[in-house]
C-alpha cells in the first residue's frame, strides 16, 4: 500500500468558520469545516495552511480518527466527526477546538452554516486512506492550501 494524500482548499473564512473543499484519494470531492482563523491559538484557531502528516490512532474523546501530527505549537489535532466550527469567542457553536471536521456538503443547521453528513465522511476518508482497513498506525499526507487570504494570514512557519 503507498501512502495516500489528501487535500484541502479553504475557500471561505468567517466568525461560522473556515470552510473548504476536501479531496480524498480517487478524487472523490467533499467538504470540510474549521474554527476561524486566530494565529493558530490552542482551542479557538484553525491550524497553518502547510503540509502535514497525519496518523489514524484512538482518541479517547473521538475513538478512531485520523490526528495531524507536528502542527506547529499545537497537540492532539485531529480530523473527526461534527457538523459546526464557528467562533466560541463571539458566541458562534462549534463542534472543534482546531480540528477539521469532514462533510458532504455545506449546509446551515439550527440557523448556523456547517457540513452535513460528518460521521459517515469521516468513514470515508478513513477508508479512503487506508485501502479499505482502517486502523491504527495507518499514515497519509495533508496538505491545507488556503485560497481566502484570511485562514493563515501573517502565519510564518
Known sequence: MHKKSVTIVRVGQGLDGTFGRMFLPGVVERVSAEPPWKDNR?????????????????????????????????????MHAGNWAGDVEQGRRSDSQACVLPGLRFATLEGQPAVSNSRTVLDELMDAVSDGDPRPGVRFDLEIIDMTGEAGKGWRA
Do not use: A, W
Open 42 to 78: 490552542t482551542d479557538v484557531s484553525c491550524i497553518p495552511p502547510g503540509k502535514y502528516e497525519c496518523e489514524i490512532n484512538e482518541s479517547p474523546h473521538f475513538g478512531l480518527c485520523p490526528e495531524i501530527l507536528d502542527v506547529p505549537g499545537r497537540t492532539h489535532v485531529r
